[in-house]
Structures are given as C-alpha cells and as structure tokens.
C-alpha cells in the first residue's frame, strides 16, 4: 500500500518530467531546419505538393496549436504519422523498438554481469597487478569511441573470425517471426527454437560488446571504488573476526552494499547507452529504433524524432524506477527508511 | 607549560601543501597522468614547431603520396588526399584540448552552482533545477547535439555549444547529491549559528567538500568530451574540414579499415594517450584531496 | 604464563605513514588466564585498540607491522603459526565485540543471515556438521541467551530495524556463537546511553560468568571496570604502566599516570576537583 | 537445394515500398523487383513492354493506349487487368507523392480509362514529350488484393509493409531501416533467364569499413555502385569482380549565379578553369568527361561539338583578372554534403587550387536536410555547391527541366538561380513539341547556351562500379532511377 | 533581582512523522511544554537519556529551529524576532555534540575558527593574532592552525570547536554533550577549561549531558529531561541525593561508579532485563499504568 503511494508519486513526478521532455523535443524538432514536407517527398516534388503536405501536417498552424495537437496525440498513445516511413510512429517505433530493447538489455547485464567482478577484483588486490589491468581495460574502454570498437569488432568477424555474423538479428534465411515480444531471446525459447536461440546469441555478440564495453569500464570503477570505501567499514572488519572467510566477506558481504552507486549510475547512464545504440545500430544493421532515431533527426521527421525521444525518454524514467527499486531490495535502509 | 609537552611529542610536522605533494607524487599514476597532460598541453602550443608539415593544416592535397603508411617521412602515414598524420594529430590535439577545455569552463561551474543551489535550498529551487536535470539527462545525449549541430551548421562553436548545453547536467547531478548530504552535517549547521553567510556556506564549506568528486569527474569528462566530438564527426556533424580534430580524424580515418589501419588507430591512439593522461590525473587529484586516506 | 590462555610478551607495533614509522606499541606484556575478567584502561589513542587487533590478527599489514614480541594463545605461538591456523582461531577460540554496534553490522544483510553465515564456517572449522535448520535453532537459542525478547523477529531484522541496545546485543550473540574462549570487548555499550550501557554491561557479566569464559575488556571508564572486571592493565603512550587487581589498584594506585587517571573519574558524590588535572600530563 | 542469393549493400534504407511513394534510388530498388509497369526500360534508355504488350500514340500526342499482355498475372495469379491500371494511377494521383511528381498537370483523375478488359487509355492534359519515357515508373498494383486493406488511406498502411504487385519477386522480409529480402516468384509472367536469381537480400551499410567487413567473410554478393575506391580496391583483392558501367548520373559543381563573387561570369569560368578534372575522375571518383550539362549518353540529344573543359591555372587567373572583383579579395564558400568521402576530396582539391588562384575558400559540410534548406533562398545558397544528380526517366527532360527551369528554383537541383527566361522558353518548347529532330535542335541550343554561360562546372559522368561475385552476371546500367538492379535480368553462372 | 540571561518559558517543540514513502502519519512531541531560566554566570545543567529532547532544545535557543509554541528570552528579548540574526549570533554560541562533525573536514583549524571573526567583520589582518590567541586560550599551540580535523584527537577537535564558540565572546555558552566522545583524562581538562573560561569571561553555560557523574560536579542546577518534559529540577545536590522522580532514580542507578561512597548513593533498583522500552513503549506503558509513579 505504503509502497504502491510511492511508486504513485513517482511516476506522476516522471510524468512531469515527460512532459518538460516533450516541450525541449517539440522545440528541438521544430528548430532543425528544413521543410519536412519537401524532404519527405524528395527532390522531384512538386511546390503544390510540398504545400498539401505542409497543410496535412499542420505546418503553417501556430506553434502553440501544434505543441497541443502533439501532446492531444501522446496521451492517446499516438505518436503521428513518420515521413520517413510514411507510417505511424507508433507502429514503427512497435517494430524497432523490441530490437533495441532486446540490444540496451543484454548490454546492460553484461556491463553489470563483468563489470562488477571486475571492479571486485581490482579492489580485492588494490594496486596489484589485477587492479592496474583493470583499470588499464576501463579506461582503454571508456576512450575508445564507440563506433571505433564497433567497426573493429565488424573486422575482425569479417576477416578473423568467420563464425561471427557481421549484421543483422538473425542470418537472412531464417524463417522466424518475433512476434509474441519481439525479443528473439525469448520469443525463440517460448516457441521452443534452439537454432534461433543460438543464432540470436551469436548475432547479438558484437553489438553487445561494443555497447557494454564503456559501462562496463565505469561500473568496474565505481564498483572498484565503492568496495574499497566498504571494506573498510565495521562491519566488514567485524566479519574478518567472526572468521567469515575471505570470499564470503568479499562476495556477499561487501559486495553487496557496494553495489548501490553501480547501479545508480548505470540508471543514469542509460541515455548515453540510448545514444551508443544509435551507432552500434547504424553499423551492424541492426533493425532498432535507436538507428532509426538517427536518421529520423537527419531527415527532420519530426514526429518520428519525438516519438523516438519521447519512447526513450520513458524507457529512461521507468530504467530509473526499476534501479530505485533494485536499489531499495539491495539495500533494506533505502526500503525502510525511504528514499530521501 | 602544557602545550609545550604536547609539542614535544608531536612528531616533526609535515606542512599540508607537503603532505599533498607527498601523497601526489608518491601515486604513480598520478605522476604519469601529469606527465602526459603536460606533454599533450605543450605540444598544442608548440605544434607549429614540432610538425614536420605545419601547412598539411590546410587545404594541402597530394594524391599521389596518399594512403602512404608510416614511415620516416611520415611517421604517422599519410591521409587520403596525401596529408601528414602526424602534423594533423598534433594540431588535432590543439582543436579537441581546447574543445575539452571550453566545454569543461563552461559546463562545470554551472553544473557546480546550480548542484550547490539545489542541494543546500531545497524546496522549490530543487525541484526546478532538479527536474530540469533529469529531464536533460532523459535526452539521449547524442540526439541533442545532433539536433544543436543541425540548428546551427556543424562547426567547432556549434559542437561546444551543443555539448555544453549538456554537460552541465551530469555536474549539478552529482554536485547536488554531494550537497544534499554536507548539508545536514553539523559543521554546516554550526558555521551558520557562527554567522556565516550563505555564500560562506555554498562556496567555502559545501564546495571543498566536492573537488575530489569533481576533480574526479572532470577529467575523465575532458576524455569523453573529445569523443563526442569524434561521434559526432562519424555522424558527419563535426568540426569543418580541413580543420583537423582527433575525433573527426579517427572518424574519417575509420573508412579505410583495416587497410589503411593507421589513419584512423594512431590519431584514436592520440585520444586515448589524451584521455590516458586525464584519466590518470583524476585519480591522482582524488587520492590527494582525500585528507584522510593515509597511505 | 604456561597457565594463561593469552599470554602477549614485549609486543612492539609500528605504523608507518608518509615515510615516517610511528611507534605505536612499545613493549606490551599482558597475561589472561582462564575464566578471567581482565580490563585494559587508558588514555585515548595509548594503543589499546591496536593491542587487541594485535591480539585477533587484524593489523592491516603493510601499515602496521609487528616488529618485536610473542603473542600465545593456550601455549601455541600465535606469530609464526601458519595463517590458515591463525584465521581459524578467530570467531571460535577468541572472538571480539566491537565499540560501536551501528556501525558494526552489516545494514544490507539480515541479522539472521549475517549470524547464520557466522556460525556455518565456525562449524566447519571445528569439523561440526549442522544442517541450516539446526543451525537457525542455535542461531535463535543464541539470541535468547542475550535476553532478547523475541529472538524470531530479529532474526528476521535489517540492523536498521533495531535499537542500538539491541544491536550491541546482537553483536554479543555473534561473538558467543561458536562458544569461544576468549573475548574481547572494545568499548562495549560507549556508544550507547547510560541506562542501556548499563544493562549491556550487567548482561555481559552474567554471561561471561555463566560460560565461564575469560574476557578482556578495553575501556576508558573506570567505573565499568570496577563493576565488570577483577583485574586492570593500564596503558599510556604504547606501554602498560601498572597491573593489578582492581580493588588493589583502585585503593592504592602506584604510577602517576593511575593516580591523575582514577582522580579524574567525576564523582558521583561531587567532589572532584577538576584542578587537578594539570598533574596528569 | 542450391539457392542463388544475392546480398547486396546499400547505404540509405528503403523509406518504402509503396509504389506511389517511391522517390529515391533506393526505393526504386525494392518496387523495380516487386512490381511491374506497362513497359520498361532498356540499357540505351529505349522504352520496352512489359505488362503492356504494345501501345499507340495518338496524331496529337495527347493520348496513348497500352494493350495488356493476355498472360501477365500478379504473383498470386489472379490476371493484370485495366481495372488494376486505372485503379493504381488513380491511387497514384490521389495520393500524389513521389512519381506522381513527374505527371503533374499531365494526368488527372480520370484520364485514365479502360477501354475493355485488356485495354487502357491515357488521356494527357497537355502536351508532354517525355511521357512514354515516365510510364515504367507507374507501377502495376493487383486492386483485388489491395482493396480489403484499403482503410480510410488509400491502403497506405498496408503497403508499406506489403507487396501486392507484378513482379519477378514476392516480398519476404522488410525491415524498414536494416534489409529487405525478396523471394523469386516462379510463375512470373516474363519467365527468368536460365540460373535466376532465387532470393535478393539487400543489407542496409552505411560504412565502408562494413562492406570491406562483409566481403572479407564471403557474406556479400555485390555492393551498390557508390563505395570509395578503396573499398573496390579491397574487394578485388578478396577476389570479387569489380564492374564498371558508364551512367548518366552526373557531379556538378553548381555555381549559384546570383550571389557574390559567382555571379561574374568570370569567375564562374575562372573556377571551371582552376578543376583539377583528371584527378577527380583517375583518383577520387570514377567517372567519364562531361562537357555540357547532359551526359553523353543521351546521344542524339548531346552537343558533341562543345570542347572538353580544361584544367589551366593561368588561364584562371586571366579570367579572375578580367572579372569585376579583379585586384579584391575574393572569399567563396565551397558546399557538400556531410559524410561523404569523395565530395570531402573534391572540396579539399578546389580548395587547394582556388586557393592558388588568390581566393579565399570557406568549406561548409552540410547533412542533407541543411541543404534542401539553404537552397530555398539565393542569399542561403553557398557559391559553389557539390551536387551528384541522375535523370529520374530516360529523357534530357529530365536532366533540364528539374535543374534549369525557374519553376524548378529553390530546390537543391537547381542551385544556379539561372532564372534566365529564354532557357525557360527553350525547355517548355522541348517539352510541347512531339518532333524529334525539333527536340534534339533545341536540347543542342540549350547545351550550348550553358556552357557558355557556364551555369556549373561540369565535373563528370559517373562511372558505376560495382564490385560483384564472380559468378553473379546481367548488372547492366539503365538510365532510369535503380531500373538497373531488376534481379529477373540476372543470373547465376557458376558450378 | 538580576534578570537571568536565559529564560525558557512552556517550550514546545514537534516534529512531523512521516512513513517511509514520505506520508505524514503524526507527530513526536520532542520538546514539550519546557521551563527554566538561568541566571548569569551559572551553569545549569540538562540530563536525560538519548532522544530525550536535549539537543532539540539547544537548537531552538540557537534559532536554528523554530519553536511550535512558547518563549525564550535572552536577556529578556524573545528570540522569536531576533533567532538567526547577527546580534542574536553575537550573543549565544553553542559547541556541537559532536566534535568530530562539527568541524569541517577540508578545513584546516584557523579556517574554521575565522568563520566567525570574518562574520563579524574583523579586519583581515587582525585575524591570524585572534586565531592564535583563541587557540591559546583553549590551550593549543599555534602551530596546530593549519592542521586539519582528522590530525587532531578527541579533545583537541573539541577544543578547536569551543574556541571558535568564543570567538565572538558570548554571553551564552551552549555545551551539547561536549564530552560525550572522550575518555575521561581528556574530558577532564576540558571541563577544567570550560570552568577556567567562564570564570575569566564570565559565561553562562547551558551544560547537556546524559553522564549524571559529570553533570553533579559542574553544574549549579540541573533539569531531568524525560520524553520531552522536564521531569524534574532544581540545586544538583539536592535532585542528586533526594531524587523525586522514578525516571531520576533510574538514571543514577545506571551510572557505573569508581567508589563505595558513591555506589552508596546510588538508588537501588533492578535493572529491567531485556530490551530497553522505547520512548514511545514506555509512554504508553505509563498511560496504561495510570500516570506518573
Ligand atoms: N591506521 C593507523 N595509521 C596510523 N596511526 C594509527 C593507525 N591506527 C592507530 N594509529 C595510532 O596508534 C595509536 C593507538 O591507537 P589506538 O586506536 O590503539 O588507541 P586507543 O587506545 O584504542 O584509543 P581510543 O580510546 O581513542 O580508542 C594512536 O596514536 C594512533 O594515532
Ligand atoms: N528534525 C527532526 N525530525 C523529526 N524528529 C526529530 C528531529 N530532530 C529530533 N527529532 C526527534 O526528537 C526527539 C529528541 O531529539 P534530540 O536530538 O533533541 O534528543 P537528545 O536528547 O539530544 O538525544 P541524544 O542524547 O541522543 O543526543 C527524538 O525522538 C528525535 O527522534
Ligand atoms: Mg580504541
Ligand atoms: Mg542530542
């Protein structure tokens, strides 16, 4: 009860931050130049059919007008039509969206599941050789763009390693729909796919590692660092007298409460992975709405735009409520004494 | 007389400023971060001197010595129009140093006050700052600049403006959260009840309490200013040719992979010696401003 | 000193620091027999708490290294035992309480987790077999023993749940888990207001005399040790001063340093004279 | 079970897949396969039947009937008929976006009639020489499929994401943004040539170093004609067969001639004269001459008789000396596009040469979008501007009207501001007239009088190169949009 | 007769109690309805057991929180107008519980102690002198200005923090538990400072503490605070031997003891075993009991 008021509060407080989101990106959409109509009718249009279109679009109306017609349009989960695509933002966004979900998640639990064994370890034998290693990968991680890793992974699968697959979601002849959530993940397991299962894993390999590789770098350091300010604490040091062995004190016990500012700041990190996506996307060919995104704000498809920023904007708010969370079960205090 | 007994067994006193210095000096990576930071800072300012083809800057095309890997001539090969590498990377690093130092001067005390601001008042003034910022933060970082550099066309200004325009958050983030919690220690409570000022409060009490945090942050932030930089050129909204930058070059560079490998691996090898030293430097600074990690 | 459980001789301790070694311990001798209730008094940073990580093990080594002295516990030589030994002495021949219970336990882990781990690798230690139900029962018999009224509920509590009495009280029953010989109490209850102080006391009284266990206990109140413990080392600047027993000491303290230490106890009677301070440096 | 599959790269995505929407080159990739017009198009640009077997002009030019083939049928067998044609061009102009472009103001609704079953007849507004030469872009839709998913749209919903045409290939998969795989239809009406092509799979790339990637790992099959030079390099070296096919597509530099300081005839022909044409052909971009605005691939059409433009620094500083900024400083800004290589090394060799000849160069990098907006004004319209445009039907039409005409001004093919009204009358003139040698005289007339004017720097013709499996035959280029990647024209010749 | 420097007329003070999710579900009674006065140059002193309302009340004298109801007069002006502002700063000081807290770690000594003299405008130059004739006064060499809090002990961190509470000479001294963290050769001195110090500057001290044995040989007067409400008051000697309230008694019977003499004074009541009741439990206990004992 208690808790459902909480999870109220929060999400009305996101739901003021959408809306603020919603007046920036309504800005930024209609401050790129160029006339969407002429691009999305491309070169050889016609200024009678430019103008239909900018009628249709509502172009020539009041800025104000059109801000309400665009929030009229959200709260009915309707994002407008794409002039990419020429379709419904929302069916597009439906169509791309589980692909960079499917991509932002694993990505996410990789950078968690090897970042913070990393960060343990360096803590664990603080400026050893392990710790230097680890700090050497993360920074080398953190200040290799992106894309550089990405078309370095690319290569190497293309030259190197034949048995990784350079694009895609899955090899072109591979006859299979995502269609209950459209991760093929998990799609493949409830249709009882292995091979698709397999060749999903393999595809998402590259892109998954030059995504994860920059949280990954943080999140051992920020593990790193928080363990080290752990392990000193009493209650670690009282562990050592009970006689509670090393691995425990380090694995369980300390690791634990260090794990709060790990993942507070992957929550916060989650925009920037949003904005990692959208490159790792464009060069793996990978079906989401990240790359997606990319060209939409290159071609001025304002609806698009806005419904690609708005969609992640929510993904960012409820990423965030999800940590919170996480948070309050990893760490009783927060659940108890509630978040200040 | 009781105090001088007491002198008397204090040790010989060390002075803070040595203390600090001690405790830098003796932290290797400290030391080499400096050392690099140094190095990349003079050879901007003196890249006209070191470069063999100071002119390669400019509009200089020479397609028949292009693609030309590393050699004496060129130590760092040549570009696809017949550029030294190695000339273009070292002016490269004057563009990004200054870009880094601009976005950082620019976004860092904002961030720091508006942080400060929100933390130590509370109520309304939080609220306002504080959704604000999340809301930036909910902005995919990257489609914010590529909006900026689509409103304004793509150049140097635009970049830092647009990145900028960002960066703040990220330090009023954590300068807020930093804040919140020297708030309520005693020591703020007790330098108000001794009438201090708020701006004593804000700038003299809360604000040492945070350099270590944001010595920390910034450096690493002046290597990732420069990648975004470089993403941004990858995007094709970057810094205007024939202006080098290290990003825009392992973006331009990146085309020519593998074969050409070395325009695109020694100008991003330029960053990540960049970044290196900064990053270094960080811990370095946070390991000197935690006055109580004795070591 | 054949007969002491804990026998520490001429125990030198160093800190190292920016360069410069600190000597912090300059000769400890201490002698703890059986069944004992010994205390260790001093002025504030004399090197008590030191002492006893000497004792347990827990000097973080690079910083702090013993330099000279012995240290045997029931006749074996704690110093040159290999570690796999030492560390398996802790938390089942000697155990220690910590000064201060709100910083002590770990806030993100049940109290019931925390002991059951506690316990489990005692009984591996000590060859004991113990299935997690068996061991939840000794967990709860355990916290009975420290009169906690309804030992279910804390052992289904975060530390934060609990009152600082009840978490010293935890702390205790952590320490008595795997029935240790030895324990050693750091300041117990300092951190905790008079009347709760004063019951966590009288609790560890009883249970040291129930057990029969012998108990080091280090302290800057005089008026603990008088009412806890039948024998007092007093500790000043890295050496013990002066020992005996506790009446004997009290009534007729030899070195000065005793004397400015028990006169600048406030008298209840209210007849200390703060004066006399100045003799104590 | 062999298959022959054909992955192919490109580097835009398919925006859609709706044969009345159509714009770009990639577009046209995708319906070109799934969908069939009356006629088609030859390599040497001569218009052929396709669903239609044959048609008739009328005297006056302004009507045309296509007779149906009897055995044309839709990939699900049901038969084309007049009904599907009148249906689609009425869908077309009711919708009218993308071809409909071409035949504004020529057809309206209603002017398509069937005339019975098998027969139907276009009726033309006005007088519009190029008309047989639009018609393959008017795209065939099966009514009886499409109308159930009609919607209050016109079915626009579901043909963005469904085919329903005749075509050689069905649609299999379509990622918007990634891939779309197409599958052969066996019962195509025109049949295949021996070893077709059983499935296309186009791959969306956007980076070189991908390609490169791709070919290295044996998964490509042909990249599309727009890689740099290294990338061809890299696959010959992989073993691919590099091709190379003349186009009409054409790089201009387009000098807007209203601004200063290109609004001196000098200094236009001073620029002309300061390129650098053999570098940018040999080494940046393959590529033939190109003399006048129209490529010589329009043969009959091409004005043989104007000189090759020459690359000659004196002779450039003569003529800066003879323009009215003579003895100023001259700053000129050099525009092309964001992210694309070639066009980087052409600015950056025109700014190297300008340079020698005393100007001051600016370079602005500019996405696309930015572009289309610059070229709404004169003032935002950059002196010197990188543009690669190829004729959308096979007609000179195509090449003057869009880039030459002032109705056509504002838009980024037209970046001269010519606005010159006798090129406006020549062009109408073209347009009106149904007489060949009339047209040829004047496209010649026209060719001439913008050399002399020098509207652009004419830089070349496009060379496509395409690098493709050695067993993979019948790429020919034809001089309309992506009518060259139609698959049932290929084969596969190995084992 | 002198009016006294501090007079606390029916002070009351709540707080809001709110869940974990931040729903207000009620209010403590942290203060309620607390009078007393102290004359100048006195000390009297407040005892009661933690969360008895002691710091709560130090707080509301020093205007940093608000009072719910009732007076304080200092020097017989109503704080209510002046709490907060420079002259009320001027008069009262108060050394935090805590020393180690109270100062600020990433400030060394002479920054902290200049905090007040900058606030009150000493000119610059003059300030290094008042530094270390401040730190003089609390018996600490010069040298020990540029250190920083973590370099001091206990009762060297303490005297920085009442040295720099008499840098602006008060005539009010409030002392929440100053000693509460040291050991008792430490606590000794300072006490004997504090005495020292008021005897000199002619003080008047608001003494807090939970520690009885203390209270009795440096305060006057003391007040026993219990769940907010003063139980009982009045001369130390005379609450010290003749406790009146069960609570009181309580208290002293609680405090470990060095003597025979004392432990003679000491009433003699069983320990409760088992947990300590809460405030809230042993309220309610005494409402269910039907009242005060
Ligand atoms: N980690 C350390 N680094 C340097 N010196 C240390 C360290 N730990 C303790 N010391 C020094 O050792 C001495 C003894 O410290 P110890 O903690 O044993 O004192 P204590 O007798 O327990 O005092 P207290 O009653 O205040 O707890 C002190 O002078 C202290 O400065
Ligand atoms: N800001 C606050 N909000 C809510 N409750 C508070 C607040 N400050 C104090 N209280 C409550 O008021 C009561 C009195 O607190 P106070 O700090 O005055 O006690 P104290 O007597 O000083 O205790 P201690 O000896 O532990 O310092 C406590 O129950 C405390 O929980
Ligand atoms: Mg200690
Ligand atoms: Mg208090």
């Known amino acids: ?340 | 007389m009781a105090h001088l007994s007491e002198l008397a067994a204090e040790p010989q006193r060390l002075s803070n400023a040595y203390q600090n210095w001690y405790r830098f000096s003796r932290n290797p990576s400290a030391v080499i971060g400096t050392a690099i930071v140094i190095i990349c800072i003079l050879t901007a300012i003196f890249a006209p001197l070191i470069t063999p083809y100071p002119e390669h800057v400019g509009a200089v095309v020479n397609f028949r010595e292009r693609h030309l890997p590393p050699s004496a001539d060129y130590w760092f090969g040549t570009d696809n129009v017949g550029r030294d590498i190695f000339t273009r990377v070292v002016f490269g690093m004057r563009i990004s140093l200054l870009l880094a130092l601009v976005v950082l001067a620019t976004a860092v005390p904002v961030g720091t006050v508006l942080g400060l601001l929100a933390g130590y008042y509370g109520g309304w003034v939080e609220i306002v700052i504080m959704r604000f910022t999340d809301i930036a933060l909910a902005i995919p970082g990257l489609v914010m600049v590529m909006a900026v550099a689509a409103v304004l066309s793509p150049d140097l200004l635009t970049s830092m403006i647009a990145i900028a325009a960002l960066w703040w958050t990220w330090h009023a983030r954590l300068i807020y959260s930093i804040t919140r919690q020297t708030r309520v220690q005693d020591y703020i409570e007790a330098a108000e009840t001794l009438g201090a000022s708020k701006f004593h409060i804000l700038f003299r009490e809360i604000l040492p309490n945070c350099v270590s945090a944001l010595a920390v942050k910034t450096s690493l932030d002046a290597g990732f200013v420069i990648l975004i930089g470089s993403t941004l050129s990858f995007l094709g909204l970057g810094i205007q040719p024939p202006t080098p930058d290290l990003g825009t070059m392992v973006a331009s560079g990146a085309a020519f992979l593998p074969s050409y490998w070395w325009e695109s691996v020694l100008p991003g090898c330029a960053i990540l010696f960049v970044s290196l030293g900064f990053n270094l430097l960080g811990d370095g600074l946070r390991d000197m401003f935690d006055v109580e990690d004795v070591r | 000193m054949s007969s002491a459980l804990l026998s520490v001789r001429d125990l030198h301790v160093d800190f190292t620091t920016y360069n410069q070694t600190h000597k912090v311990l300059k000769g400890i001798n201490l002698d703890i027999p059986p069944h004992s209730q010994i205390a260790l008094v001093g002025e504030s940073g004399s090197g008590k708490t030191v002492t006893m990580k000497a004792i347990m093990g827990l000097l973080r080594q690079p910083l702090a290294r013993i330099t000279a002295g012995e240290m045997y516990y029931d006749g074996r030589d704690l110093l040159t035992m290999p570690d796999k030994e030492r560390v398996a002495l802790r938390g089942t021949a000697m155990s220690m309480i910590f000064q201060d219970p709100m910083t002590s336990l770990n806030p993100v882990f049940t109290i019931g987790d925390q002991m059951r781990t506690i316990l489990k690798y005692a009984d591996r230690r000590l060859g004991r077999t113990r299935s997690a139900r068996e061991r939840k029962v000794r967990v709860l018999e355990v916290l009975g023993q420290v009169r906690m009224r309804d030992p279910e509920r804390v052992f289904q509590s975060y530390p934060i749940m609990l009152s600082g009495g009840m978490r010293q009280r935890v702390l205790i029953a952590m320490a008595l888990l795997s029935e240790p010989k030895l324990l050693i109490a750091d300041e117990p209850g300092t951190a905790l207001d008079v009347t709760t102080q004063a019951q966590i006391l009288k609790l560890m009284k009883d249970l040291v005399e129930e057990r029969g266990l012998a108990l080091l206990m280090i302290t800057h109140n005089l008026g603990v040790v008088r009412e806890t413990c039948s024998y007092v080392y007093v500790m000043n600047k890295g050496v013990v001063v002066e020992h005996g027993s506790t009446a004997d000491l009290f009534a007729a303290p030899q070195e000065d340093y005793t004397k400015a230490l028990i006169a600048a106890v406030p008298r209840l009677t209210g007849e200390t004279r703060f004066g006399t301070v100045e003799a104590m440096r | 079970w062999a298959q022959n599959v054909v992955t192919m790269t490109t580097g835009q995505i398919f925006r859609s897949i709706d044969p009345a929407k159509v714009t770009d080159y990639t577009d046209y990739m995708g319906v070109v396969n799934l969908y069939d017009g009356l006629t088609s198009v030859e390599p040497d640009g001569s218009i052929v039947p396709a669903l239609a077997e044959s048609w008739e002009v009328s005297p006056d030019a302004r009507e045309v009937t296509y007779k149906l083939r009897d055995d044309a049928t839709f990939s699900d067998g049901s038969p084309v008929e007049a009904g599907d044609v009148v249906y689609s061009v009425e869908r077309l102009l009711r919708i009218n976006q993308g071809p409909a472009s071409m035949l504004a103001g020529v057809l309206t609704p209603g002017s398509v009639t069937a005339v019975d079953n098998k027969t139907v007849k276009f009726t033309l507004a006005k007088n519009f020489a190029p008309f047989l030469a639009v018609v393959p872009a008017i795209f065939i839709l099966n009514e009886e499929a499409v109308k159930p998913h009609e919607g209050d749209d016109d079915a626009q919903s579901w043909l963005a994401t469904n085919a329903a045409g005749a075509g050689p290939f069905t649609l299999k998969a379509y990622d918007r943004g990634t891939r779309l795989t197409v599958v052969r239809n066996e019962d195509y009406y025109k049949g295949f040539p021996e070893n077709p092509i059983d499935e296309v799979r186009w791959i969306v790339v956007n980076d070189e170093a991908s390609v490169r990637a791709m070919g290295a790992s044996g998964e490509l099959t042909m990249t599309g004609p727009f890689q740099s030079p290294d990338t061809y390099d890299a696959l010959e070296g992989m073993g691919y067969k590099i091709e190379n096919h003349p186009t009409s597509s054409t790089l201009y530099l387009k000098l807007n001639n209203q601004v200063t300081p290109t609004d001196d005839v000098h200094i236009r022909r001073a620029i002309a004269l300061a390129t650098d044409y053999e570098t940018i052909r040999e080494v940046i971009f393959p590529g033939n001459r190109l003399t006048t605005p129209l490529p010589d691939t329009f043969k009959q059409f091409h004005a043989d008789d104007v000189p090759e433009p020459k690359y000659d620094l004196e002779a450039a500083r003569a003529e800066v000396a003879k323009s009215k900024y003579a003895g100023q400083p001259i700053s000129i800004t050099l525009g092309f596009l964001t992210g694309i290589k070639y066009q980087e090394e052409i600015s950056l060799l025109m700014q190297a040469n300008l340079e020698q000849i005393g100007f001051t160069v600016t370079q602005a990098v500019n996405p696309w979008n930015r572009v289309t907006e610059l070229a709404t004004k004169v003032e935002t319209t950059p002196a010197v501007n990188q543009i690669f445009f190829s004729a959308t039907y096979p007609s000179p039409d195509s090449m003057f009207h869009t880039q030459y005409h002032s109705s056509a001004a504002g838009t980024w093919a037209s970046m001269e501001w010519i606005n010159d009204p006798e090129v406006d009358k020549l062009i109408e003139e073209a347009r009106g007239t149904g007489e060949l040698d009339k047209q040829i005289d004047i496209y010649k007339e026209l060719q001439h009088k913008l050399v002399d004017m020098q509207s652009d720097v004419f830089l070349l013709t496009q060379v496509s190169k395409h690098a493709l499996n050695k067993c993979l035959e019948g790429l020919s280029i034809i001089p309309m949009r992506s009518f060259g990647y139609d698959f049932s024209r290929y084969s596969w010749n190995c084992d | 007769m002198i009016r006294p420097v501090l007079e606390v007329i029916d002070l009351c003070k709540s707080f809001p109690v709110r869940s974990p999710f931040g729903r207000l579900t009620g209010e403590v009674k942290a203060v309620n309805n607390v009078s007393f006065s102290i004359g100048r140059g006195k000390v009297y002193g407040l005892a009661g057991e933690s969360g008895s309302g002691k710091s709560t009340i130090a707080r509301m004298i020093m205007g940093l929180t608000p009072p719910t109801s009732g007076d304080i007069l200092l020097d017989g002006e109503d704080i209510g107008s002046t709490g907060g502002s420079p002259a009320h700063r001027r008069k009262v000081q108060m050394v935090f519980q805590n020393p180690g807290s109270s100062l600020n770690p990433r400030r060394s000594v002479s920054q902290s102690i200049t905090v007040p003299l900058h606030a009150n405008g000493l000119p610059r130059a003059d300030r290094a002198r008042r530094v270390t004739e401040l730190l003089d006064m609390v018996q600490l060499p010069a040298s020990y200005a540029e250190r920083y809090p973590h370099e001091l002990s206990g009762g060297q961190k303490q005297r920085v923090a009442i040295a720099r509470a008499l840098a602006v000479a008060p005539k009010l001294l409030v002392l929440d538990e100053p000693t509460s963290a040291l050991d008792v050769s430490v606590q000794a001195k300072v006490i004997d400072l504090l005495v020292d110090l008021g005897r000199q500057l002619d003080l008047t001290f608001l003494f807090i503490s939970h520690d009885l044995s203390l209270m009795r040989n440096f305060a006057e007067k003391v007040g026993v605070l219990y769940l907010g409400s003063l139980v009982e008051t009045g001369r130390t000697s005379v609450v010290f031997e003749n406790p009146r309230h069960d609570y009181t008694r309580l208290l002293l019977a609680s405090v470990p003891v060095v003597s025979a003499e004392e432990e003679a004074m000491r009433p003699r009541i069983p320990l409760i075993d088992g947990e300590i009741p809460t405030a809230e439990q042993l309220l309610a206990l005494r409402k269910a009991g039907g009242g005060e004992a």
């Not at chain 1, 064994?117 to 050893?128: D, F, I, L, Q, S």
């Not at chain 1, 050789?129 to 550089?148: E, N, R």
């Not at chain 1, 350091?221 to 509670?244: C, H, K, L, P």
């Not at chain 1, 698009?304 to 969609?311: L, Q, T």
């Open chain 1, 1 to 340: 009860m208690e808790f459902a008021s909480f999870l109220l509060k929060r999400a009305l407080w996101s739901l003021l931050v959408l809306f603020g989101l919603s007046i920036i990106i309504f800005a930024i959409a209609r401050g790129i130049p160029g006339d969407p109509a002429r691009i999305s009718l491309g070169p050889a249009a016609t200024p009678e059919q430019v103008q239909l279109l900018r009628d249709r679009l509502g172009l020539d109306r009041p800025l104000i007008e059109q801000f309400g017609l665009f929030v009229g349009g959200l709260m009915q989960g309707d994002l407008g039509r794409s002039l990419l695509t020429e379709r419904s933002v929302t069916a597009d966004i439906r169509d791309t969206f589980a692909a960079t979900f499917e991509l932002v998640l694993v990505t996410i639990t990789v950078a968690l599941v090897c970042g913070a064994p990393m960060g343990v370890a360096a803590a664990t034998w603080r400026n050893r050789w392990p710790d230097h290693v680890v700090q050497f990968v993360s920074i080398f991680s953190a200040v290799t763009p992106t894309f550089l890793k990405a078309l370095l992974l690319q290569i190497l699968a293309g030259y190197v390693l034949h048995i990784l697959p350079t694009t895609g979601r899955l090899p072109a002849g591979m006859d299979f729909s995502a269609d209950l959530t459209g991760m093929l993940l998990i799609d493949s397991v409830l249709r009882g796919r292995p091979d698709v299962f397999f060749e999903a894993i393999r595809h998402l390999l590259l892109p998954v590692i030059a995504l994860s590789l920059a949280s990954m770098g943080q999140i051992a350091r920020i593990t790193r660092a928080s363990m080290i300010d752990v392990a000193g604490q009493d209650y670690i040091e009282a562990n050592r007298a009970f006689g509670v062995p090393e691995h425990v004190r380090v694995f369980k016990y300390a690791l634990r409460p260090s794990f709060v500012p790990p993942l507070t700041i992957l929550g916060l990190q989650f925009s920037a992975l949003i904005g990692n996506a959208f490159v790792v996307e464009l060069i793996f060919a990978w079906p989401g709405m990240a790359a997606y995104g990319v060209r939409a704000i290159l071609q001025k498809d304002l609806n698009a735009v806005m419904g690609v920023v708005m969609v992640s904007g929510v993904f960012f708010v409820i990423v965030n409520l999800v940590i919170d969370i996480l948070v309050g079960y990893v760490d009783p205090r927060v659940r108890i004494r509630g978040r200040r």
